[in-house]
């Protein structure tokens, strides 16, 4: 059951601050209250079932009732519920997944830092980039490089690197020294005319500019997510990362890979560097790391920075960084026994071929009359709907028109994800062909309600 109708509902609305959400919304239409939940399907309070064509926020790609995982959890509580890492304390569960995740990175890596969450893997990635600086003596190195439209968490750091104005703004955010560039959208960032090729060698220019002007000294590092996915899904064309690489060697800048949608088989791949021929000094992941059943994430990191590490905790005495469930052992054997299940269900390889249905079943729409581009790889797709085909004009983001497609597609049983005006989806890297047809029954329908909605409303 939607809104405020029970007892529950209005518990959440008197108690509960709802992120990303318009909160005086809220107080009239209230929550969607999922109580249960099963393969790629979850159930309302009122018991209708709807499919998770995002796996919650990009995550879940177990699916809900993966039984391997959940046992995992039970017996590691069960065995250890908590034990920490700092002062030369271990847990079995926290070394094993370290260990693991060294195995399949996707470039060498030396070591492995836990947290909770993406943004504090990122938050902890942008310290590491000041602290490696400072201990090869080039303290004045200290400025971030992101993308606009970028989506890196809302933590202090991770916010200022995220490159959207709805997280920066009212929390006087961005911080002083993080900075954005062009992102590699070529349907709304390159020029009438401009191919693929020429989009990027402008764009590789652009972040070389930036780099020249602040003065190559002052910059630390650079991040991105191999394929951005809160920025509306965005693939990067052919030769991007190349072209990034070569800009940030000439000026010795750090290059940090966002992966914490991308790792684990979101794009077909096992990892977004792999992909996308990304060669990072450190690496973040999370979300699909445990199949999201438990928090955990997990900054990577190359020799060089490891070592960096060393002299530093050296000179000060101690590391002095961490968080009291950083390698938290339940959250270790979640992501272990995710892992494990990714190689059982042989998931990378299910995720391509189930992506490659999604991905042409979506590109159908493109001629819709709502429908400016589809776009995606593997698992993650967008379709952005536009007020006008020819000229790419968008809605006014007030109307909402992205939120009501949503909602009327999630009315034929299916949720998807509004980016504004595109729609995401990301569901389950298990979901059978069958599934993939129930989510594109209801695009295709959730999108002609949105086109006749829109017509009565005077948008179109
Ligand atoms: N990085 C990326 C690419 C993300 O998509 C997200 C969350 O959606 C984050 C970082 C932040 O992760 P968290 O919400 O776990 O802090």
């Known amino acids: 059951m939607n809104g405020t109708g029970n007892s529950q509902a209005a518990l959440d609305i008197a108690y509960q601050v709802h992120p990303q959400t318009n909160l005086r919304l809220h107080d009239t239409r209230g929550p969607m209250i999922i109580e249960r939940a099963e393969g790629a399907f979850v159930y309302d309070d009122g018991g209708q079932r709807y499919l998770d064509a ?10 809900y009732s993966d039984q391997a995982l959940k046992d995992a959890v039970k017996a590691q509580i069960d065995e250890l519920p908590y034990f920490q890492l700092f002062a030369h304390r271990s847990n079995n569960p926290s070394i094993d997944l370290a260990a693991l995740l060294i195995e399949k990175a996707p470039v060498p890596m030396s070591k492995v830092i836990f947290q909770c969450s993406g943004s504090e893997a990122n938050d902890t990635a942008v310290k590491l980039a000041w602290y490696y600086w400072n201990s090869r003596g080039k303290p004045e190195k200290k400025k971030i490089l992101a993308l606009n439209r970028a989506y890196h968490g ?27 560039t062009r992102c590699p959208h070529h349907y709304r960032e390159g020029l009438e005319g401009e191919s693929e090729e020429d989009f990027v060698a402008r764009l590789a220019q652009e972040l070389e500019q930036l780099i020249v002007e602040e003065g190559p000294d002052t910059v630390a590092a650079f991040f991105a997510e191999p394929v951005m996915g809160t920025g509306g899904v965005v693939v990067p064309p052919e030769g991007y990362f190349a072209a990034v690489q070569k800009v940030l060697q000439r000026h010795e800048i750090l290059l940090i890979a966002d992966e914490v949608i991308c790792g684990f088989g979101r794009t077909g791949e096992y990892w977004g560097s792999t992909k996308f021929g990304i060669r990072p000094d450190m690496l973040t992941c999370a979300k699909s790391l445990s199949s999201a059943y438990l928090p955990v994430s997990a900054v990577m990191v190359s020799e060089s920075i490891f070592e960096a590490m060393v002299e530093q905790s050296d000179r000060v005495g101690v590391f002095g960084h961490g968080y009291t469930y950083g390698g938290h052992p339940v959250c270790a054997a979640a992501a272990i026994a995710a892992i494990t299940r990714y190689e059982e269900l042989d998931v990378v390889h299910k995720a391509r071929a189930m992506g490659q249905l999604l991905q042409d079943g979506l590109r159908q729409f493109v001629d819709h009359p709502l429908v400016g ?22 809605f006014d983001p007030k109307r909402l028109v992205g939120g009501a497609c949503s909602a009327f597609i999630q009315d034929r049983g299916v949720i998807s994800r509004n980016l504004i005006d595109t729609m995401a989806f990301s569901p389950p890297l298990i979901v059978s062909e069958s599934e993939i047809d129930m989510i594109l029954e209801a695009v295709a329908g959730g999108l002609d309600d949105t086109l006749a909605w829109a017509k009565k409303e005077g948008l179109k």
């Open 54 to 63: 995002m796996s919650g926020l990009w995550c879940v790609s177990l699916g």
């Open 154 to 180: 809302t933590g202090i750091s991770s916010g200022s690197l995220t490159g959207l104005v709805n997280i920066h703004s009212q929390f006087d955010l961005p911080l002083p020294g993080f900075l954005h």
């Open 373 to 394: 581009e589809v776009r995606g790889v593997g698992m993650m797709a967008g379709i952005e709907l536009v007020q006008d085909k020819a000229t790419k004009a968008a």
